[in-house]
């Protein structure tokens, strides 16, 4: 039977989680959130925890996906289904690049949507204006 991992254990050291200084020694990246501290490494938070968990934005993602862009939408999709596996996966820092880049895509689809509605309301006020004008066509 498989040993089950624990998300909230220390994470193997990685290739991807060490930068090599020019004397070869390995320092681990950081990234300051804006919502608060975070550490690359769990065992160097003081509180001996993992960071928090980044918001996946899959509901936003469907919903900008179903009324906004569909191709911007999908791409926030993908972005959103890999939060999480990267997040128990312990990597933190490709979790909330993939965190922000699923908000960032599901934001531009309803912008796009947006653009689309101004469009097409103001293409409909024209034209209704036209014909009430009697103006329908252009000799």
Avoid at 2 to 13: D, I, M, V, Y
Avoid at 46 to 73: A, H, V
Avoid at 112 to 120: C, F, G, K, Q, S
């Amino acid at each position: 039977m498989e040993e089950e991992r624990n998300p909230f254990s220390t994470p193997a050291p990685s290739q991807e989680a060490h930068n090599r200084n020019d004397n070869g020694s390995s320092t681990r990246q950081s990234y300051q959130n804006p919502n608060g501290p975070y550490y690359s490494d769990p065992s160097s938070n003081p509180n001996g925890r993992p960071p928090y968990k980044p918001d996946s934005y899959l509901i936003l993602s469907i919903i900008s996906t179903i009324f906004g862009c569909l191709p911007l939408g999908i791409v926030a999709i993908i972005y959103a289904s890999k939060v999480e596996n990267l997040y128990f996966n312990g990597r933190y820092e490709e979790a909330c690049h993939a965190s922000n880049e699923a908000k960032k895509w599901s934001i531009i689809s309803l912008i796009v949507l947006a653009a689309m509605l101004a469009l097409y309301f103001i293409f409909i006020f024209v034209s209704a204006g036209l014909i009430l004008t009697g103006i329908s066509h252009i000799d």
